[in-house]
């Protein structure tokens, strides 16, 4: 049974961190691309970062490069987002992806408030 679990949500004050986990099960996760998404409250779904099977070079949203990094463990079978500088507008559920596969996680709720 494929499972993808995030966690590592919360409620952070503006301009603090957060380190979202998404732990994969029962497909061959270092075989593929992972990708985080993230919908707020009112708006479609939005592609935030994306990293290779390999782990080389992510990609970052406009709206979030220079802030977040994406990482992963393939041994560990884990997906990583660090936010760093958190904003207001980065308020969102976030889920994890496997990119080209019907696999999504449940999300995991981020709020930024002071």
């Known amino acids: 049974q494929v499972q993808l679990v995030e966690s590592g949500g919360g409620l952070v004050q503006p301009g603090g961190s957060l380190r979202l986990s998404c732990a994969a099960s029962?497909?061959?996760?270092?075989?593929?691309?992972m990708s985080w998404y993230r919908q707020a409250p009112g708006k479609g779904r939005e592609l935030v970062a994306t990293?290779?099977?390999?782990?080389?070079?992510?990609t970052y949203a406009n709206s979030v490069r220079g802030r977040f990094a994406i990482s992963r463990d393939n041994a560990e079978k884990t997906v990583f987002l660090q936010m760093n500088s958190l904003k207001p507008e980065d308020t969102a559920v976030y889920y994890c992806h496997a990119q080209y596969t019907a696999y999504w996680g449940q999300g995991t709720q981020v709020t930024v408030s002071s």
């Open positions: 990293i290779t099977s390999a782990g080389g070079t992510p």
């Open positions: 029962g497909f061959a996760f270092s075989r593929y691309t």
